[in-house]
């Protein structure tokens, strides 16, 4: 179950150039909401937008190609997107959003639409939530220390961060590399990151990452009968180039095993909680 | 002989109300009471210190079917105190939602009052919760005509209860192109509905005044020709919105208003020794026990010229639109004639907004404790707040809302009815019980005389 519910999964990426060269992995995020946006499945998008600052996301509401564009690649810093759900029904008038999130992202949008507290008229105009999978999350100035600080690299330079194959990566505009290992960035993790159990966005429609899959290709989980549907409709328009999971490498069992690893770190966090204090402990908010 | 029989509380209204009626042996009213019992919730008081940012949202939550209207109210107020003008793009925004408010307070006030009224044509009253034909239309018309109100509101206000968008010096956000087509498309699909509704009901309420007697609980219940009349004048700041203190020709003169305890105005202590037992639902207050309108009533009792007015839809139709039906169906056939001004209303506003223009204005200044005031055309009449502000900080604040200036005509209005009618009459004024209990009394010199009941 660490992988949480799903109907299939597979190893994807888009079919559209445009969207690949800017996009973190297979695009799949991009492509999706492009497809739903001009088939109607969804009327807009709350995505991550560029800021004034670099690398510091802003949630927006795309409703164009061209902003969802403008949103490509990974953004490791938090970006408040659940802050549009309601407005978007409100000033921005759309009837059906769609929403990119993390796995916690994806549970405050699943969240508003079961336990609607201050959130009326939110549940029916979700259209389309995708998440991506998230190991860990870093606040803005601790995203600045490890670009700047331990990679020496300057924010405005860089064209790519990636994590993977346990380092954290920095890509400038003019072709340098720079990395360092994850042990380094632990101590920048946003904290609440510690009591988090979902690794592959297991509440969202449909949901993506990188890992699984070889590099440029996305691993893509469809969870319900929205994102099926919307999935199949978009594979068979042509937007998304497939192969299936077992053929590629290193495939669903790294997935599994960092899920679990995961999930197996932050549960005891979870547990020592409850014994936090001499006689008292934390709060649970599973409980 | 006179007998004072009791209704409390009263029902199919907001809030908390009771009658004290005076009646003679025909059981028609001589004299009647209608007083809140909502108790005081001091929303003046609590307002002084507080920011004037904050005091508008609170101010909302006074009521939640016109939310609206004291948001704007309350926004404007501050504005007129710190002499703030709004951009145009920031007031097009509320007059849609003001529209809205209307068109969803007034068809929710058709459910209230279908229960009284009768099928045109035959002795059937109506329920509105029926599945059979033709109450069925109507009340899945009036659903419809309330979600669009509702929704419209929802788009410009961020809210359709306690709307979060508008704020001192405007707004916080334009709304989308797609957001005004929407609305656009949510008014054309209302107007139909809007225009066989308000036929439809205007219907109803003249077939009820046309009729000999109606049935309460058993009884056959004669209606006079004069149901509901009253002497008393109306007041109105505007058809549709308001006006405030920053306007060059301000349609309310504070100078006019003054403000007497419940005390000067209502009956002493009484006791009642009259009951009836069959009336719906529970029947009266049993004879023996006593009744103290003086000093039960929660709430003061406000004056224009020295008198008790009318507002609402009645009060804007007589002064801008020479509407001339007196009574209980004449206030409620007016209110059904502002359904198709809701609807345009928010079309022309609409239409007129531009979706890029900016909605909050350049400069705020933080006020010198200037006395500032702004009407709401509220659903139910002129809601005007008062307010001082000064270094951004209300000092001193007061509220005038519709069913409080109603409340005293409305009881001179119960003269020559069937007591069994009079909470008939009392809905025709579509009472907000929890707007009308306000908490400062002032007397003719404005000063403070009522402060001790919230202290
Ligand atoms: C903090 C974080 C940690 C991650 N950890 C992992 C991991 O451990 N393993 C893994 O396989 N994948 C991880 N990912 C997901 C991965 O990096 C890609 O986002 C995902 O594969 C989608 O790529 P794509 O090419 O399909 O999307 P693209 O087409 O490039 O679009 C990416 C979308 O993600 C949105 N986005 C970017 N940053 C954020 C953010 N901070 N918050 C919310 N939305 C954002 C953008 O708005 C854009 O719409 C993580 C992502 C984030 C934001
Ligand atoms: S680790 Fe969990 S809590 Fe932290 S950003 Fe990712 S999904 Fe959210």
């Known amino acids: ?65 061209a902003e969802l564009l403008a949103a490509r690649g990974t953004r490791y810093t938090l970006s408040p997107n659940i802050s549009l759900l309601k407005e978007a029904t409100r000033s921005y008038g759309l009837d059906r959003i769609g929403i990119v999130g993390t796995p916690c992202q994806m549970q405050a949008v699943r969240k508003a639409q079961l336990y609607p507290i201050g959130m009326r008229d939110v549940p029916d105009k979700i259209a389309l939530a995708v998440g991506i999978f998230c190991m860990e999350n870093f606040p803005y100035q601790g995203l600045e220390a490890m670009v700047e600080d331990h990679c020496n690299v300057k924010l405005e330079s860089v064209k790519k961060l990636d994590i993977g194959k346990g380092k954290f990566w920095a890509y400038t505009e003019r072709g340098a590399v720079a990395q360092i290992p994850l042990k380094v960035t632990h101590k920048y993790e946003q904290p609440g990151c510690h009591v988090c159990l979902d690794y592959v966005s297991n509440l969202a429609d449909v949901s993506t990452g990188s890992v699984g899959a070889p590099d440029g290709w996305s691993t893509v989980f469809v969870r319900t009968k929205n994102g099926e549907n919307a999935w199949s409709k978009a594979i068979g328009a042509g937007c998304f180039e497939t192969k299936p999971i077992e053929e590629v490498k290193p495939g669903l069992d790294l997935v599994k095993k960092l899920a679990t690893d995961k999930i197996t770190k932050n549960q005891k966090t979870l547990d020592e909680r409850a014994t936090f204090g001499v006689g008292k402990g934390l709060r649970n908010p599973y409980l | 002989m006179s007998k004072v029989v009791e209704i409390s509380p009263t029902t199919r209204h907001e809030g908390h109300t009771k009658l004290v009626l005076k009646i003679n042996d025909e059981g028609i009213v001589e004299r009647g009471d209608w007083l809140s019992l909502t108790p005081v919730r001091g929303i003046e008081k609590l307002a002084v210190g507080k920011s004037m940012h904050q005091v508008p949202k ?76 033709p109450v069925r239309s109507v009340a899945l018309r009036i659903q419809k005509l309330r979600e669009v109100g509702q929704t419209v509101g929802e788009i410009v206000g961020g809210e359709a209860i306690h709307p979060s968008n508008p704020r001192v010096g405007g707004m916080y956000k334009n709304i989308t192109p797609r957001a005004r087509e929407k609305i656009y498309d949510l008014a054309k699909e209302a107007l139909p509905l809007a225009r066989d509704h308000m036929e439809f009901m205007i219907s109803v309420f003249k077939n009820f005044q046309n009729r000999d007697t109606v049935e309460v609980g058993g009884m056959e219940v004669p209606v006079p020709d004069t149901f509901g009349f009253h002497n008393q004048g109306y007041m109105a700041t505007a058809p549709v919105y308001g006006s405030s203190s920053l306007d060059d020709d301000p349609t309310w003169f504070p100078e006019r208003w003054t403000e007497v305890r419940p005390w000067d105005w209502y009956m002493g202590e009484t006791e ?79 239409d007129a907004l531009n979706t890029s223009g900016k909605v909050l204005a350049d400069e705020i200044p933080q006020g010198d404790g200037t006395l500032g005031w702004a009407a709401n055309e509220a659903p139910r009449g002129s809601d005007v707040h008062l307010v001082k502000v000064k270094d951004g900080r209300v000092r001193w604040y007061s509220l005038l809302v519709p069913t409080t200036w109603n409340f005293p005509t409305c009881s001179r209005a119960l003269e020559g009815a069937p007591w069994q009618l009079a909470e008939v009459i009392v809905r025709a004024y579509d009472p907000c019980v929890s707007c009308a209990t306000h908490m400062l009394v002032v007397n003719e010199d404005k000063r403070i005389v009522a402060q001790k009941l919230i202290e």
Request: glycine residues 8%; aromatic residues 8%; contains cysteine.
């Open chain 2, 272 to 350: 009642i020794d009259y009951d009836e037992p069959n009336y719906p639902i529970g029947g009266t207050t049993p004879a023996g026990n006593k009744a103290w309108p003086q000093m039960e009533a929660c709430m003061g009792v406000p004056l224009y010229d020295g008198q008790p007015v009318e507002v609402g839809p009645r009060a804007r139709m007589v002064q801008y639109r020479n509407f001339d039906l007196k009574g209980a169906m004449g206030l409620q056939i007016a209110r059904q004639m502002e359904y198709m001004d809701c609807i345009y209303g928010m079309m022309e506003a609409a």
């Open chain 2, 58 to 133: 609170i101010a909302s939550r006074v009521c939640g079917i016109c939310p609206i209207a004291h948001t704007l109210a309350a926004t404007e107020a501050m504005e007129a105190s710190v002499g703030c003008y709004v951009p145009e793009d920031a007031m097009l925004l509320r007059y849609i939602l003001q529209c809205a408010n209307r068109l969803h307070s007034h068809a929710l006030h058709n459910i209230l009052s279908l229960p009284d009224m009768y099928l045109p044509g035959t002795d059937t009253k109506i329920n509105p919760f029926t599945p059979e034909e």
């Open chain 1, 1 to 65: 179950m660490v992988l949480g519910n799903y109907k299939s999964v597979v190893a994807a990426r888009s079919t559209d150039n445009e969207i690949l060269k800017g996009a973190q992995d297979g695009g799949i995020v991009t492509q999706l909401f492009a497809y739903a946006l001009e088939e109607g499945i969804i009327d807009g998008a709350i995505v991550a937008g560029p800021s004034d600052e670099p690398w510091k996301p802003e949630p927006v509401i795309a409703t164009s190609k």
